[in-house]
């Protein structure tokens, strides 16, 4: 920026300074010592730039991206009519924009792009555009720029199988393995407003609690270290680490005295987490409900077991903890009443995940007769018989407005179908029917869907490739649908996890979260 006092050897003071808006650049001089006291970096320092001149802020950032490894910006990364670095980094040198705002407090607009070196066969330059109040670009520092150069110098061990392993499920299996700081509870010893608008990382010492040993030691107390503006550098000076707070909301707007959370340490005391076992950065496990809608409850007695493990199994991963899955039968002897049912149980509010799964008895159990007490369920409705009718079906019950994923799963006769003319059964055309209906009511994703059903082929049942997948969203109740089959259903869920968890949160948030990285960081 044109503002700062470069000359180490000038004193500034507000006499000579002041007047004509001159601050002395204390970002560099703190990010350098950041820098040079992680293991295995070498800190280059290629001086300031000013924001006046787009000119030489590019000629700058070529020459670097040629000789550095990973390139740290601070300032005119923002809003500002002078903040060009974007335009340079993009515009100008043909960057890739990976994420443009993130949601956390202090360092919003913290903009992570990759450059490409004149040697193509040499992998790409990482940019960390930092925020440029010294507080922000120190924080953004800690938390985002040293796990990435920690990954880049020591690696992470390589998965099983990776010859087979798609890229999505690589990148997940590096990311997860990622080395993040040390986390420790701690109890809050003063009450602390939260903010309305982001999470916050709020810096904090840590004084004992010799009122509240543990096993291992004192426990800990956090303590503010005063105001929280991002460009008063006095907060970083006693921090011991960085206190997570949640977003406020009108449930909780203060984190109280005496309650307990996380804190990242900034010196570390003890091995690293990854980001899969860390409290902070992994997701909380599924909590889903896994309802079977029958006519009789013969034979939930076997099939609830089995489909408890195989949820279990398709969403671990992405947890340290596995899914609590709470399984029940709901016998439903009029297709008008499911909903009630479904209310009765009060699953909605509860889980994060419900699977609603109708299923046809064993055919050597089947009757034609109309009077038969094992007819299918959804043989009964007019889901089945009328394709065009599911998805007016499927609004009748509400359940799309009040989950962020819906699975609507068919699953074909047992024994399950395995022969080489399954495609040409009754079923399986039916099953091509009701997602050709879905299709249609759908903005549908089919990048996804080829995930998905590219997941099924891998669980060993070679049909499994043959049935069709649709995946899309409800654009009234922004509701995700998945339309699969129970063939390969397992393996089909566990491949896009991931994905499937971060097409929920676009599509119940800001799209912008998905143009510009509006996320938590690591994810």
């Known amino acids: 920026g044109n503002e700062l006092m470069v000359d180490p050897n000038q004193e500034w003071n507000l006499e000579t300074h002041g007047r004509r808006g001159a601050i002395p650049d204390v970002n560099r001089p703190i990010l350098l010592a950041l820098l040079q006291s992680w293991s295995g970096v070498e800190a280059i320092d290629l001086g300031t730039c000013r924001d006046d001149n787009v000119d030489h802020l590019v000629t700058c950032l070529a020459q670097a991206k040629e000789d550095c490894d990973v390139i740290l910006t601070t300032g005119g990364i923002s809003m500002g009519e002078s903040d060009q670095m974007e335009h340079a980094l993009v515009q100008r040198l043909g960057g890739t924009l990976h994420f443009g705002r993130l949601h956390m407090k202090p360092g919003k607009p913290t903009t992570l792009v990759t450059l490409p070196k004149s040697n193509t066969t040499t992998p790409p ?5 930092l925020p440029g109040n010294p507080v922000s670009a120190t924080v953004c520092s800690q938390l985002l720029v040293q796990p990435c150069l920690q990954l880049l110098e020591q690696g992470c061990p390589p998965p099983d199988n990776t010859v087979h392993q798609e890229e999505t499920a690589l990148v997940e299996h590096l990311v997860h393995n990622a080395k993040v700081h040390v986390e420790m509870q701690v109890t809050l010893a003063q009450t602390l407003k939260l903010d309305p608008e982001r999470p916050e990382y709020h810096r904090v010492q840590l004084i004992p609690n010799p009122n509240s040993p543990t096993r291992d030691g004192p426990s800990w107390k956090a303590i503010s270290t005063g105001t929280q503006r991002s460009s008063r550098l006095a907060s970083l000076r006693d921090a011991d680490g960085l206190l997570v707070l949640p977003q406020a909301t009108s449930q909780q707007p203060m984190a109280k005295e005496g309650e307990v959370y996380t804190v990242l340490l900034l010196r570390p005391l003890g091995p690293q987490p990854t980001v899969a076992t ?4 992994a997701p909380p496990a599924w909590r889903v409900a896994l309802c079977h809608v029958t006519r009789s409850t013969e034979e939930s007695s076997h099939l609830l077991p089995i489909w408890t493990q195989e949820a279990q199994d398709a969403l671990t991963g992405s947890s340290p903890e596995r899914p609590e899955v709470t399984a029940q039968t709901r016998v439903v002897q009029d297709p008008a009443s499911l909903w009630t049912e479904v209310q009765q149980t009060q ?23 109309s009077n038969s007490t094992l007819t299918p369920f959804f043989q009964r409705t007019r889901v089945v018989q009328d394709p065009a009718s599911l998805w007016t079906e499927v609004q009748q019950t509400q359940i799309t407005t009040k989950v962020d994923l819906l699975i609507l799963v068919t699953h074909p006769p047992l024994p399950q179908l395995s022969s080489s003319n399954s495609t040409s059964t009754p079923f399986f055309q039916r099953h091509c029917e ?29 049909t499994a490739a043959l049935w069709g997948v649709v995946v899309g969203q409800d654009q009234k109740s922004k509701t995700l649908v998945v339309f699969l089959s129970t063939v390969g259903m397992a393996a089909a869920l566990r491949h896009a996890r991931g994905l499937l968890r971060h097409a929920c949160q676009i599509a119940h948030g800001d799209n912008s979260s998905h143009q510009h990285g509006h996320g938590h960081p690591g994810h």
């Not at 330059?125 to 555009?129: D, E, G, H, S, W």
């Not at 419900?354 to 007769?369: A, D, K």
């Not at 549908?444 to 070679?462: F, M, S």
């Open 278 to 281: 860390s409290r902070h950065l």
């Open 125 to 129: 330059c990482l940019v960390f555009a």
């Open 434 to 462: 009701l997602g050709q209906a879905l299709r249609s009511q759908l903005q549908v994703a089919d990048a996804l869907a080829q995930q998905i059903r590219r997941g099924a082929a891998t669980g060993g049942d070679p």
């Open 347 to 369: 699953i909605t509010t509860k889980v994060d995940l419900l699977i609603w799964v109708t299923h046809p008895p064993p055919s050597s159990q089947s009757s034609s007769s």
